[in-house]
């Protein structure tokens, strides 16, 4: 691994690194992937269908805590705007009672035991919750600030009830991990941060558990001889052996493997992912498999399409006419920068959620390279070249089709990605300038920040594909800028500018309703479908994932969407 984790407390360090260890000693409840939900812990994902998720009818009284009619949580008084039980958008007044809406959710758990021979209980994962929800708790709390009740009815059945007018699309993941009430009782969530029982030598349900540590440097984790999957032969490993600091470049050049058996992904940086396509390193010549995957992270280059106009930023509106960028979309060697920059392991992108995604549209529009239909394109456009210098004009006015295009200066990869596109807008007749500034000045909250304060042409930057579609992040009502002119905020998402009535009503729907149900598939299909053809972006290519392991590891499995390859150490096994 590359550095050693400083916590393996649930709430402690929050690096890859350590999310991989406590895959080690705390048995997940779920996994995610391939863009989908799989019970591990859990019996079974909950769902509407098979009736372990439901709606209830509750009646809101005032001070109670409930979702208001614009998704806002709030407590309710007079002149609040509701969704009641029947859809129906009411004003609340003073001494009013307004049935609502509230999803209830159901979990079962298989008997899980701590490594001390402690059964798992219902307290246990109470405590879990309380612990979660608890201000000293560094985590997100929007689940549990949304939480009505979360109950034991037994010792491995939970459940769930959200706020009244709460639709969590990610219901059946509101289930929290354990923790041994019968060694931390008495103890507050701020002495939890940092006492060592937690932080060094955790109690365990998964398949290992510490054995010794030495911080910095070592981490032993021995099999745990009460794990509950013990008499199916789990884990298949005697022992698992953490070595820390690991330099990626130094290590593909060992044919050892510095005697590691698995190198895992925090050790390699972009200068060994784009270097993986190439001639084959000392540690592949001798033997050693490179595991690669696509990552969720996507590179992705923004229109400016309604940009912020100050004294210092003024051009002409170039994009937009949807055809001057599906003309550049065409234009864009997309293959090119994935076989220069990520060995030809990236994935190319054509939407805001990738091919293997299982919303993903079977006749969305693609728009391939072919500089010759692009040119095409930006005739029709009236974008021609005037005078015969390889240089487009806008038609009416003769001004010089030139625009920037930038990006954070600590990213090489985004760099190249911004050169190879200013190469391939040259055979289009589109001269592009590339600049590049600090992380913090380019990300930096508008009217300042170039990308959320839309001063931009072009902006070359991340984003990342869920499971849930992140159809948000073009929605009209996110459009960043000022919220006393009705915009989103300086830190809101949509920094293109982009507004589409019909995406904005296939998008809220389909955020209106709950997975597994057809407005959500259908509306997430037409807001996609609307995108691809819109191009208020052009989605590039996927970053990858890389570990390299020994030949005889067996079993490693890396999955975009689960975080770590440890998610199934339990059948990690090293041949004989």
């Known amino acids: 691994m590359g550095q050693a984790p400083t916590s393996l407390y649930l709430y402690?360090?929050?690096?890859?690194?350590?999310?991989?260890?406590?895959?080690a000693l705390y048995e997940n409840l779920y996994t995610s992937l391939s863009y989908g939900y799989q019970p591990q812990a859990l019996e079974k994902i909950p769902s509407l269908a098979d009736g372990d998720a439901y709606f209830q009818e509750v009646v809101a009284r005032e001070g109670d805590w409930v979702i208001n009619a614009t998704g806002r949580r709030v407590q309710l008084v007079p002149r609040e705007q509701l969704v009641n039980a029947a859809g129906q958008t009411v004003t609340f007044r003073e001494g009013d009672e307004v049935p609502m809406q509230q999803l209830v959710v159901d979990f079962a758990v298989k008997p899980l035991v701590w490594s001390d021979g402690t059964a798992v209980t219902g307290a246990d994962y109470l405590l879990g919750f309380t612990v979660a929800g608890d201000p000293d708790t560094p985590n997100n709390k929007t689940i549990t600030e949304r939480t009505a009740s979360y109950e034991a009815v037994d010792d491995t059945h939970l459940r769930w009830s959200g706020i009244p007018g709460y639709?969590?699309?990610t219901y059946f993941a509101n289930i929290w991990p354990p923790l041994p009430s019968h060694q931390l009782q008495g103890m507050t969530p701020r002495q939890l941060l940092d006492a060592p029982e937690v932080a060094q030598r955790p109690l365990s349900t998964g398949p290992f558990v510490v054995e010794e540590w030495v911080p910095g440097s070592e981490l032993r984790l021995g099999r745990n001889p009460n794990y509950y999957r013990a008499s199916e032969g789990l884990p298949r490993l005697g022992r698992l052996i953490f070595r820390f600091g690991t330099d990626g470049a130094a290590i593909l050049q060992d044919p050892t493997l510095n005697g590691c058996d698995v190198v895992t992904q925090d050790v390699f940086g972009q200068e060994q992912l784009t270097a993986v396509g190439g001639d084959p390193t000392h540690a592949q010549q001798a033997g050693a498999v490179l595991h690669i995957q696509p990552s969720p992270i996507y590179e992705h280059i923004a229109f400016g399409i309604d940009s912020v106009f100050t004294d210092d930023f003024r051009r002409p509106d170039w994009f937009e006419d949807k055809r001057v960028r599906q003309a550049i979309a065409m234009c864009t060697d997309r293959q090119r920068m994935i076989d220069e920059l990520t060995g030809g392991y990236g994935q190319m992108m054509h939407a805001y959620i990738p091919g293997q995604h299982p919303l993903y549209p079977a006749d969305l529009t693609q728009w391939p390279y072919d500089p010759a239909a692009a040119n095409a394109l930006l005739d029709e456009a009236r974008l021609t070249d005037l005078d015969g210098d390889g240089r487009r004009q806008e038609l009416s006015s003769g001004t010089?089709?030139?625009?920037t295009i930038g990006t954070n200066n600590e990213s090489?990869?985004?760099q190249q990605i911004n050169t190879i596109f200013q190469e391939?807008?040259?055979?289009?007749g589109i001269v592009?300038?590339?600049?590049?500034?600090?992380?913090?000045t380019w990300f930096g909250d508008g009217p300042g920040g170039p990308v959320f304060g839309r001063r931009f042409d072009l902006a070359e930057f991340?984003?990342?594909?869920r499971v849930q579609p992140n159809c948000d992040l073009y929605l009209s009502e996110n459009v960043t800028g000022p919220e006393s002119i009705g915009l989103g905020g300086w830190s809101n998402v949509n920094v293109t500018g982009w507004r589409n009535e019909p995406f904005d009503a296939a998008c809220r729907a389909a955020r209106a309703a709950l997975p597994g149900t057809p407005d959500y598939d259908s509306n997430h299909q037409a807001a996609l479908r609307i995108f691809a053809d819109e191009l208020p972006a052009i989605p590039l290519f996927t970053r990858i994932e890389l570990a390299v392991a020994q030949p005889t590891v067996q079993n490693i499995q890396l999955n975009t969407t689960q975080p770590s390859e440890l998610w199934n150490v339990f059948e990690w096994d090293v041949e004989e």
Do not use: K, Q
């Open 424 to 428: 391939n807008m040259r055979d289009c």
């Open 432 to 440: 592009v300038e590339t600049y590049t500034r600090s992380a913090g």
């Open 12 to 23: 402690g360090d929050a690096s890859l690194p350590a999310t991989a260890v406590r895959h």
């Open 412 to 414: 090489g990869l985004r």
């Open 462 to 465: 991340g984003w990342l594909s």
């Open 400 to 403: 010089t089709f030139t625009i």
């Open 167 to 169: 639709l969590d699309i």
